[in-house]
């Protein structure tokens, strides 16, 4: 059966249409920033812009999804969508315009989800998975291919960026300001000792991918799966995104815009994330969300 999974997330909507069943053949990915939460720390709603561009993309993606005859489609949103109070108006223009049944997800469900595809990929013994999004970043730890224990933390590049960072490039006050804010946030991480630590996000991978020259995101996501990604070139890419103004950021399809205004501030929660685990390096991983919702798929 061929089905396709969608990652409607605060910042970045991410598709993955795959063939399933004993195995999982991925046909097609894509991800586009669409910013979907964009100021909804501070007004509440989803703003009509920003419904506007991810109805767009989603559009594209259902006319993929049936192009190539996925006889399923399952969509979840995040944290760009938990909490707004006109959420409910985008989820009806979706299903009357497109079809799509939009599922808006708490974080411990989007941490279940995540944690999936690391622990098949990176297991058996323990593993620690860190999905640094837009507005929320999930912890989750299992070993054995189960489940322990998870947190969804209400930190993210966008909603850092737009909290504690407002100059371009930040001042080192916003920064040490952000930082210490990210640290009191993190004593309520989940303990996950000896656990090998699997970042799964766009972030993480765009770090990665600035670190070894590769400015260009689809070959990151085929050769970097698995690779490690050391603190010290976490600490590197921070220090010199960080002085950079956000316009002298883009780095390809790797840090596209719509990511270089947020990448130092989800560097900085990247960072901040190993230092609490004492991680010297972690494994780098496209496969999030849209991986779990497709097991669950395969089982079913």
């Known amino acids: 059966m061929i089905v396709g999974a969608i990652d409607l997330g605060s910042n970045t909507v991410k598709i993955t249409i795959a063939e399933v069943g004993a195995d999982l053949k991925v046909l097609f990915e894509a991800a586009e920033i669409t910013r979907i939460g964009e100021g909804l720390d501070a007004s509440g709603v989803l703003k009509a812009g920003a419904m506007d561009r991810t109805y767009r993309c989603l559009e594209g993606y259902v006319e993929r999804c049936r192009t190539l005859g996925a006889e399923r489609i399952r969509c979840v949103a995040t944290a760009g969508m938990r909490g707004a109070q006109n959420g409910a108006e985008f989820l009806a223009r979706a299903k009357a315009g497109l079809g799509l049944d939009i599922e808006i997800i708490h974080g411990l469900r989007e941490a279940e989800l995540a944690f999936a595809a690391p622990a098949q990929l990176y297991g058996p013994g323990p593993v620690l998975v860190i999905d640094v999004g837009g507005r929320s970043t999930e912890l989750v730890y299992g070993t054995s291919g189960r489940l322990v224990s998870r947190v969804s933390l209400e930190i993210g590049g966008v909603r850092m960026t737009e909290r504690f960072l407002p100059s371009d490039p930040p001042r080192p006050a916003e920064l040490l300001a952000c930082r210490q804010f ?36 689809a070959k990151v996501v085929a050769q970097g799966e698995g690779a490690w990604l050391s603190r010290a070139q976490v600490e590197q890419q921070l220090a010199e995104l960080a002085a950079l103004p956000a316009q002298q950021r883009l780095y390809g399809s790797v840090i596209p815009p719509g990511r270089h205004d947020v990448i130092v501030a989800g560097a900085l929660v990247t960072l901040v994330a190993m230092e609490r685990y004492g991680a010297e390096r972690m494994r780098v991983s496209n496969r999030g969300v849209r991986y779990g919702l497709l097991f669950e798929l395969a089982r079913a």
């Open 182 to 217: 990210l640290e009191e946030v993190y004593r309520d991480a989940p303990a996950a000792e000896g656990a090998a630590l699997v970042g799964v996000s766009g972030t993480v991978m765009a770090l990665y991918g600035r670190a070894v020259g590769e400015p260009e995101m």
